[in-house]
């Protein structure tokens, strides 16, 4: 039988030998659920953006419910979200008894278009703005709404504006640490925030256990498993940086023109987490899919129309066409460290094909 060269999937983490070692380590220990790799953890978080206060927790999910919590959102408030983005943010506001508001995104960027929000900005006690597959968000526009705004750094961890890293603006920032995040120790999250107000009351409610004063809570604690090879990962996150960025601009030089991709990844600062190919239409987009799965390489609908958020809450599409249109003419390629050289040359050049045969702009 013909030999085919392996499939390459959508995403793989690259786990080293030194996170190996340090997950080892904490096994060896016997210290194995929250403790001190947690404690260091949340230190690091610290040392990285220059002070402030960082608690970790069991996800992204978990990180965006508590620093809600933290920020007094609750019963009676109302928070804007991104509709092209993850239903974590909708599962985040409803448990903590906020309303959402459902807002459009860029098309250029794809992050939550600020001008949207302007008509309701007075009724709006919240804002969460994603850093979409690491493009930033417009924080001081939303700002300039006079909302407090909590940045998602849930695809963008490593990124940096204007010399200082991502999530460092708003009243608060999260991260998730899930099996494709850009670091990851399988599941886990992050909550920092400059004045410590946030983590503080978050920290509050994940000590749970032997509280003289009963309030009903539930266990969102970390492993010390997890902490350990996240820090191990976070170690290398410069290289991580370096090595999804070349990946992002063999890809782009592919494209020979910026259009056709999610724009606000191609700035050294930024740590592409995905490079999304927009195309014409749907069925140029369905062509292309066919294109990569053929060459034995699996790509993805980053969102689906039906995962939009104002599809889940039965909204009118016709009042979010931005991101409806993007849930139907995108795709995401394999972008991630542990890619072998010859898997991004076959993408590249899937990429190349693609361009010369379905994209409008050659
Ligand atoms: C933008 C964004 N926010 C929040 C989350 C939730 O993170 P987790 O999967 O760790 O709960 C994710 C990841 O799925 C995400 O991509």
């Known amino acids: 039988m013909e030999n085919l060269p392996a499939m390459i999937p959508h995403n793989r983490p690259l786990i080293t030998g030194a996170d190996k070692q340090a997950v080892a380590d904490v096994l060896e220990s016997g210290y194995i659920a929250q403790g001190p790799e947690i404690a260091a953890l949340e230190t690091d978080f610290i040392d990285i953006y220059g002070g402030g206060a960082a608690c970790a927790v069991s996800s992204g999910t978990a990180a965006l419910f508590l620093a809600l919590k933290g920020m007094k959102i609750g019963v009676g408030t109302s928070v804007a979200v991104p509709t092209y983005s993850c239903s974590s943010l909708l599962n985040a506001v409803h448990m903590v008894g906020a309303t959402p508001l459902v807002v459009d995104v860029r098309k250029d960027d794809f992050t939550i278009e600020a001008v949207a929000l302007e008509q309701h900005a007075k009724v709006v006690d919240a804002v969460i703005a994603v850093h979409s597959f690491g493009a930033r ?163 993805i609908v980053p969102i689906e129309r039906y995962e939009l958020l104002h599809r889940y809450l039965g909204l009118d599409p016709d009042e979010f066409q931005v991101a409806e249109s993007l849930a139907d003419t995108t795709l995401s390629l394999p972008l991630y460290p542990a890619l072998q050289d010859s898997d991004i040359a076959r993408v590249a050049d899937v990429l190349s094909d693609v361009r010369k045969t379905i994209l409008a702009n050659p």
Request: hydrophobic share 40%; net charge positive.
């Open 137 to 299: 968000a417009d924080i001081a526009a939303l700002q300039h709404l006079n909302i407090p705004v909590l940045e998602d750094c849930c695809q963008s961890i490593g990124g940096m504006f204007k010399g200082r890293p991502m999530g460092s603006d708003g009243t608060s920032a999260v991260f998730s640490f899930y099996a494709s995040k850009i670091v990851t120790g399988g599941q886990g999250g992050m909550i920092w925030d400059r004045t410590g107000a946030v983590s503080e009351a978050a920290r509050d409610y994940r000590e749970f256990d032997c509280r003289e004063e009963y309030v009903p809570r539930f266990n969102l604690q970390m492993t010390d498993m997890q902490a350990a090879m996240v820090r191990s990962q976070l170690r290398r996150l410069s290289d991580i940086r370096a090595r999804r960025q070349k990946i992002h601009g063999i890809y782009r030089a592919r494209l020979n023109s910026s259009l056709g991709i999610q724009q606000g990844l191609e700035d050294k600062d930024r740590l592409p987490h995905r490079f999304v190919v927009r195309f014409p239409d749907l069925e140029a987009r369905e062509a292309a899919k066919r294109k990569f799965e053929v060459a034995g390489i699996t790509v």
